[in-house]
């Protein structure tokens, strides 16, 4: 909300920002050590700002920058060097000249500030020598004559609206194509194609106007890292790679923060004190690094720092501390799962509460945020090296394609980026229940299933609707799959994504809305948030069916410590139970379709020869009847090939908390367990592989 | 001060003309699952997504009976524009006399998102606050 202002005092305060940032930049790069010249530019900025302040009648910016000068005329003569002092003093000034064109930008006015404790420090480091009232006119350095201008200012508002107009370009195409096919009107179609041909290049071309180099985003952190190395007693230096790695506008602003909390964190809680850094060999002064680069259609950002590394047993004892998680479950987590921990809010392994960083982590935010632009962020780090965070940001445009889907009548969007393939499932027939939860056998790969009329409804979900055919779209989100149960597949399209408004925000089952062919708006589904309000996305690797979120609360349903099981029938009236995890994939094998090779029995597949070893006959059991037509086969990956184990039938998979209980000597069986109240053996697989080679060694 | 004034069963409302976007019938309006309950759905005003707000159920006054016809009073809020779903419009009415307090006789719920009243012709007209009624649907305990 501005006071009306001339465009000359418009344009003053936007170049004089522009100059700010630079005279910062250059100011922290000069305090390290770099290269002289850059006080030539720093004088320049300060003296432009001086003059047109000046000109204006900006008195007080005027004699600020005033003040200024002198001491970079000193440094820039060779009579002052650039200490600490000068330059926090320097620095001052610039965040004192900030607020007063601030002031001017919103009041037109210089407002209520003192400058006279920055003035005070400036002529500090002068030594207090008496001031010239007004600077001897100087002779101009001489400059290599500028590149001739290729490029020019352009408002933000103005791309912004150009890029409104775009989208809505595509809408009436998009409109135009749905009438023309419908009214058949053939001499249309040429020029619809045409039209088709430059909207997608108008639509591209905009788009690239608003990319921005992520240097701009960086452009505080220097800075930062300096002010915070000095308050927390760290030498630290900053490196930046890749600064002119361009993002789009919108997605760089929102990871401004991101970044920049995670840099404070590398410098309050990853780089170690100078001395215990010489201490351990490494050199006193510590790294922060920034790099950012394209790949494969993603932006890459990556904030690493060489200090103390994540002790990663000190996450497990926190979350044990936290409650989170059972001392048990604790010790055998994995990395990505102890990186899950970290998320999560309130969750901090910072000894006590710095002024700095706050609680130290702050994650789950930098996640969010993170996520509102359909990025994802990792951890890799090693104890006593370094901490890398690497940010993904799958390039998007305001224009994507996607799947149409209709869900209690109305219609829904699902990005293309995120559907694997769409299935005409018979979902009576290939569903399986998991306890509560829906699953579908996918190529032998179990699946997941999300009802979206359930999701949508909610608690107020009506009864499980009959419906022997549905379609299932089989969705992607953070390298996990899952089936979205859908009333129906309408069509695939070009949408403009819109964003939803305020009073939306918190919504993750949706990201964004967009309006179709016909008018009408529909909603984006975000396939990561329904994922999650289905939980059907965990933390950890293991491919484990997990439940639709139950309509009661109040119970926790995770049961810490549970760990999920196939339950098999190995023979008739035998049960056994093998890990989830340890069973890549499930194939029904014809048994005419196992044949002997060299004394083994394997069977071909996927141009792949997979040995295979009847469970039963290993461990001692077979009472085989008549042979089954159709033999149900785990595939085991182990380190020295795969292993098919063929058995009787599969019966469940369940998330069990078990209890060993002894019948130790029988080999391939760990102990026995009583699931679903059947006394079911738990197999040692890593035994039974052994087993299988052996005998086959016997023949 | 002039407002825009508009009903609400028998309360009469009113926002200043400034803060007024627009005034228009309600088109078909997309369903958002999920949202608060205030949320009436999203609609389409001339390529722009807006998000429509029944302003009945955000004040917790009665309700328009389902089906019934509504209008709709964009605003500008911060942000963007927003839609607030109305039984009718009303004239522009420029009240003369001093704003005075909400009366005691309206539920709380609706007192908090109201400036003061006015009185037009012997009705009462309610100033809202558009950007209290903007800014959430957090539940004031």
């Given at each position: 909300m501005s006071a009306k202002l001339d465009q000359a005092v418009l344009e003053f305060l936007g170049e004089s920002r522009e100059a700010l940032a630079l005279v910062e930049k250059e100011l922290v790069a000069l305090e390290r050590g770099?290269?002289?010249?850059g006080v030539a530019a720093i004088f320049r900025a300060v003296h432009t700002i001086k003059g047109t302040a000046g000109f204006l009648g900006f008195t007080r910016v005027e004699a600020l920058a005033h003040h200024g000068e002198e001491v970079l005329a000193r440094l820039r003569d060779g009579g002052l060097v650039l200490g600490r002092e000068g330059a926090s003093a320097l620095l001052g000034m610039v965040d004192v000249l900030g607020r007063l064109l601030a002031s001017i930008e919103r009041d037109g006015r210089e407002g209520p500030l003192d400058e006279a404790p920055t003035i005070e420090a400036l002529r500090g480091v002068l030594g207090n020598a008496p001031l010239a009232t007004r600077s001897p006119p100087e002779v101009a350095p001489i400059e290599a004559p500028a590149a001739a201008e290729t490029k020019v200012r352009v408002d933000v508002a103005l791309l912004d609206a150009l890029m409104a107009l775009t989208g809505e370009l595509v809408l009436v195409r998009n409109q135009l194509r749905a009438l023309a096919s419908e009214a058949g009107g053939a001499a249309v179609l040429g020029p619809l194609q045409r039209l088709d041909a430059i909207a997608s290049q108008l639509q591209a071309s905009v788009a690239k106007t608003r990319m921005q180099p992520i240097g701009n985003a960086w452009s505080k952190l220097p800075r930062l890292v300096r002010e915070l190395a000095h308050v927390c007693g760290r030498s630290v230096r900053l490196s930046m790679e890749g600064s002119e790695t361009e993002l789009d506008r919108t997605i760089l602003e929102a990871l401004r923060d991101p970044i920049t909390h995670l840099v404070r964190n590398a410098i309050d809680h990853g780089i170690e004190p100078p001395s215990v850094r010489v201490a351990r060999g490494k050199p006193g002064e510590g790294c922060v690094s920034l790099r950012a680069f394209h790949a494969g259609g993603s932006v890459t950002i990556e904030v690493s720092d060489d200090g103390n590394g994540l002790d990663w047993a000190r996450v497990a004892r926190k979350g044990v501390q936290l409650g989170l998680v059972a001392g048990e479950q604790a010790a055998a987590m994995t990395e990505r799962e102890l990186t899950e921990l970290l998320f999560r809010p309130g969750f901090s392994t910072a000894e006590q509460v710095t002024t700095v960083s706050g609680r130290g982590v702050g994650l789950d935010v930098v996640r969010t945020n993170v996520e509102k632009v359909a990025g994802t962020i990792a951890v890799e780090s090693h104890a006593g090296q370094g901490t890398a965070w690497r940010i993904e940001i799958p390039l998007t445009l305001a224009i994507i394609p996607a799947l149409l889907v209709t869900s209690g009548g109305q219609r829904y969007a699902i990005p293309q980026a995120s559907v694997v393939e769409v299935v005409r499932a018979d979902v009576e027939r290939g569903c399986e229940r998991v306890l509560d939860a829906p699953v579908y056998r996918l190529r032998g790969k179990l699946l997941p299933l999300v009802d979206l009329d359930r999701e949508l409804a909610g608690d107020d979900a009506p009864g499980e609707p009959g419906r022997a055919s549905r379609n299932v779209v089989v969705l992607e989100a953070n390298d996990e799959r899952y089936g979205l149960v859908v009333e129906s597949v309408v069509d695939t399209a070009e949408i403009v994504v819109k964003p939803l408004g305020r009073p939306l925000e918190g919504l993750e089952l949706y990201s964004g809305a967009t309006i179709l062919a016909d008018g009408r708006v529909a909603l984006i589904l975000d396939a990561l948030g329904l994922a999650r309000r289905a939980r059907v996305v965990g933390s950890g690797r293991s491919r484990r069916p997990a439940r639709s979120a139950p309509a009661e609360e109040g119970s926790s349903r995770r049961r810490d410590g549970a760990e999920s099981l196939l339950v098999i029938e190995v023979t008739a009236g035998h049960r056994a139970a093998v890990p989830l995890a340890a069973v890549s994939r499930i194939e029904e094998v014809a048994s005419g379709a196992i044949e002997r090779l060299g004394g083994r029995e394997v069977v071909r597949h996927r141009g792949d020869v997979l040995p295979v070893v009847r469970v039963a006959r290993l461990l001692g059991?077979?009472?085989?009847a008549s042979p089954r037509e159709v033999i149900p086969v785990l595939v085991h990956a182990h380190p020295g090939g795969a292993l098919g184990l063929a058995v009787d039938q599969i019966v469940d998979v369940v998330e069990e908390r078990v209890g060993r209980e002894g019948r130790p000597g029988?080999?391939?069986?760990?102990g026995t367990a009583v699931i679903q109240e059947r006394v079911t053996d738990l197999l040692d697989l890593d035994a039974l592989v052994r087993l299988a080679g052996e005998r086959e060694g016997a023949r | 001060m002039s407002f825009c004034t508009f009903t609400l069963g028998a309360l009469l409302f009113g926002i200043p003309v400034e803060r007024v976007l627009e005034v228009l019938r309600a088109p078909a309006t997309t369903p958002v699952p999920?949202?608060?309950?205030?949320?009436?759905g999203l609609v389409n005003v001339r390529g722009q997504i807006l998000v429509a707000l029944d302003l009945a159920r955000r004040l917790g006054v009665a309700e328009r009976p389902a089906g019934a016809a509504a209008m709709l009073v964009l605003v500008s809020v911060e942000g963007g524009a927003l839609a607030l779903v109305v039984d009718e419009i009303g004239d522009v009415v420029c009240p003369s006399g001093e704003r005075e307090p909400p009366p005691r006789t309206l539920p709380p719920r609706t007192r908090e998102l109201i400036l003061g009243v006015h009185v037009v012709d012997g009705q009462l007209l309610l100033a809202l606050d558009v950007d209290r009624v903007a800014s959430g649907e957090r539940e004031r305990v």
């Open positions: 770099g290269a002289s010249g059991v077979d009472r085989s029988r080999p391939g069986v760990l | 999920r949202a608060p309950r205030a949320v009436s």
